[in-house]
């Protein structure tokens, strides 16, 4: 089960790694964004769920209750904003030249593993905590 929290703590690094450069671009930007409240919250939302995943990520590595913690929070947050933690999977089609067919079949497949993923986080919360 250890290994799991780890597994899904290496996922929320992955999903840090990718979400830096639009973090970035957000927070040098800050002045550009649409004034239009759909805008303004997909903005907030990001910044709030990408400092949440460096405490998701090191409360999953150390196996801490806030780690956890941290995740059911995120979880809204990342079916709103496409945030995923197996997301990285959605590059494949452009890195492969495949057709655009594939982005949605792997998009569906990112929603459902966000759900399984859930799934096993609350069993293992409830098996050690």
Not at 10 to 32: A, C, P, R, V, Y
Not at 74 to 86: M, V
Not at 102 to 125: D, G, K, M, S
Request: net charge positive; with cysteine.
């Amino acid at each position: 089960m250890k290994n799991t929290v780890r597994f899904f703590a290496i996922l929320d690094m992955i999903s840090i790694i990718l979400l830096t450069k639009q973090f970035w671009g957000i927070i040098t930007h800050l002045n550009e964004i649409p004034d239009q409240l759909v805008s303004q919250v997909k903005v907030w939302l990001t910044l709030f769920l990408f400092v949440l995943l460096f405490v998701s990520t090191m409360g999953l590595l150390l196996f801490r209750k806030f780690g956890f913690i941290a995740y059911y929070v995120q979880f809204p947050f990342r079916l709103i904003i496409w945030i995923f933690s197996i997301g990285f999977i959605t590059y494949l089609p452009e890195l492969m030249n495949l057709s655009e067919a594939w982005f949605n079949v792997l998009f569906r497949v990112c929603f459902i593993a966000e759900f399984f993923r859930l799934y096993f986080t609350i069993q293992i919360h409830r098996r050690y905590f």
